[in-house]
């Protein structure tokens, strides 16, 4: 009897031997994982730099990059205010020179005193993120009660780097700046940056971390370790000068 020989299939021993099948082998792997990126930035849209900013949507890798943008673009800074929800009023400009504000933006729902004062639409936007994302979940876990009332000691005034006939103006010469000099909570506790910066207490602490936690959203920080100027305040702006300084 003839025995037969078993024919075995060439094919399949061939298959991801040509380049042609190993360049079509890692389209569809690449083509796979692009579809699964595209929609996991779509259910996770802090992540997406292209993806329009809502402040309602949780702080991701994208969050600061669209942040700083807005420094540079008051149309897409509102528009981000109305995505939000975010109610406001939009004040029509004032000053002259290099005074002038052509981007003012009062938030009523922050708890700052004296009153609210109208601020640049970034740095309304930051100092929101601020007391949201910081200072009230801070002050709950080392207090056990949220912040009632944020002292300031201005934010717009027309003049230079610390008031000199020449140089640099400053950022409160546009209302992009704002300068906080203390804290009072629901429960009555005060804190204060020139009385309680130094030493090791719970009001330091929350100072120092409120500090920091501000960097996350403001260009500039500017806080009693920087220098003796900024010895009873925290100085907070969004200057478009550079994208983070933080002391």
Same mark, same amino acid.
């Given at each position: 009897?003839?025995?037969?020989?078993?024919?075995?299939?060439?094919?399949?021993?061939?298959?991801?031997?040509?380049?042609?099948?190993?360049?079509?082998?890692?389209? *569809?792997?690449?083509?796979?994982?692009? *579809?699964?990126?595209?929609?996991?930035?779509?259910?996770?849209?802090?992540?997406?730099?292209?993806?329009?900013?809502?402040?309602?949507?949780?702080?991701?890798?994208?969050?600061?990059?669209?942040?700083?943008?807005?420094?540079?673009?008051?149309?897409?800074?509102?528009?981000?205010?109305?995505?939000?929800?975010?109610?406001?009023?939009?004040?029509?400009?004032?000053?002259?020179?290099?005074?002038?504000?052509?981007?003012?933006?009062?938030?009523?729902?922050?708890?700052?005193?004296?009153?609210?004062?109208?601020?640049?639409?970034?740095?309304?936007?930051?100092?929101?993120?601020?007391?949201?994302?910081?200072?009230?979940?801070?002050?709950?876990?080392?207090?056990?009660?949220?912040?009632?009332?944020?002292?300031?000691?201005?934010?717009?005034?027309?003049?230079? *780097?610390?008031?000199?006939?020449?140089?640099?103006?400053?950022?409160?010469?546009?209302?992009?700046?704002?300068?906080?000099?203390?804290?009072?909570?629901?429960?009555?506790?005060?804190?204060?940056?020139?009385?309680?910066?130094?030493?090791?207490?719970?009001?330091?602490?929350?100072?120092?971390?409120?500090?920091?936690?501000?960097?996350?959203?403001?260009?500039?920080?500017?806080?009693?370790?920087?220098?003796?100027?900024?010895?009873?305040?925290?100085?907070?702006?969004?200057?478009?000068?550079?994208?983070?300084?933080?002391?």
């Amino acid at each position: 009897m003839t025995r037969q020989k078993s024919v075995k299939p060439r094919l399949s021993r061939r298959i991801g031997n040509f380049t042609g099948d190993r360049r079509a082998l890692l389209l *569809l792997v690449t083509i796979g994982l692009l *579809l699964a990126g595209r929609a996991w930035l779509a259910d996770h849209p802090e992540h997406n730099p292209w993806a329009p900013l809502d402040l309602r949507d949780p702080v991701g890798w994208a969050t600061e990059t669209k942040l700083l943008a807005l420094r540079d673009d008051v149309a897409e800074c509102r528009a981000v205010l109305d995505r939000s929800g975010i109610a406001h009023d939009v004040l029509e400009p004032a000053g002259e020179g290099a005074c002038r504000r052509e981007d003012r933006i009062r938030l009523n729902s922050l708890p700052l005193s004296p009153r609210t004062p109208p601020v640049t639409c970034p740095a309304s936007i930051a100092l929101l993120l601020w007391e949201r994302d910081v200072l009230n979940p801070l002050a709950v876990d080392i207090f056990g009660s949220k912040i009632s009332r944020i002292e300031h000691l201005g934010a717009y005034s027309c003049r230079r *780097l610390y008031g000199r006939d020449t140089g640099p103006w400053s950022e409160h010469a546009s209302a992009n700046a704002i300068d906080i000099a203390g804290f009072v909570l629901d429960n009555g506790t005060r804190i204060n940056v020139l009385r309680d910066w130094p030493g090791e207490s719970e009001k330091a602490r929350f100072l120092r971390v409120v500090r920091d936690g501000a960097c996350e959203s403001f260009a500039t920080v500017l806080s009693p370790d920087y220098n003796a100027a900024h010895a009873d305040h925290f100085h907070l702006d969004m200057s478009p000068r550079w994208r983070r300084v933080c002391r």
